[in-house]
């Protein structure tokens, strides 16, 4: 069992910053990609930004010089600095993830969501 808690969202004016961050705990043997997805009411869900091998970072257009994924300090932990925020960035932010555990090649894991409101 794989646990994915996020923390960091709250309410920014617009033009302001955040920081989230998930952490991801259980049974783990390796992290194959780890990111953020994000769904607004009314829309679908969609990527917001994922990170591949540690490496690889792919980012959805509309958030392209505005976030910035990265591996965190901490043991399986990801972060997502999210700048010059925009009211169309509220939403609900998930973590997933894909991850090998023993006995098992491929699961995928969800958090539970953070609120980000930008709003003045």
């Known amino acids: 069992q794989v646990h994915l808690v996020e923390s960091g969202g709250g309410l920014v004016q617009p033009g302001g910053s955040l920081r989230l961050s998930c952490a991801a705990s259980?049974?783990?043997?390796?992290?194959?990609?780890m990111g953020w997805y994000r769904q607004a009411p009314g829309k679908q869900r969609e990527l917001v930004a994922d990170?591949?091998?540690?490496?690889?970072?792919n980012y959805a257009d509309s958030v392209k010089g505005r976030f910035t994924i990265s591996i965190g300090s901490a043991k399986n932990t990801v972060c997502l600095q999210m700048n010059s925020l925009k009211p169309e960035d509220t939403a609900v932010y998930y973590c997933?993830?894909?991850?090998?555990?023993?006995?098992?090649?491929?699961?995928?894991?969800w958090g539970q969501g953070t609120q980000v409101t930008v709003s003045s």
């Open positions: 259980g049974s783990i043997s390796s992290i194959y990609t």
């Open positions: 990170i591949s091998d540690g490496i690889i970072t």
């Open positions: 997933h993830a894909r991850i090998s555990s023993p006995g098992t090649t491929n699961s995928y894991w």
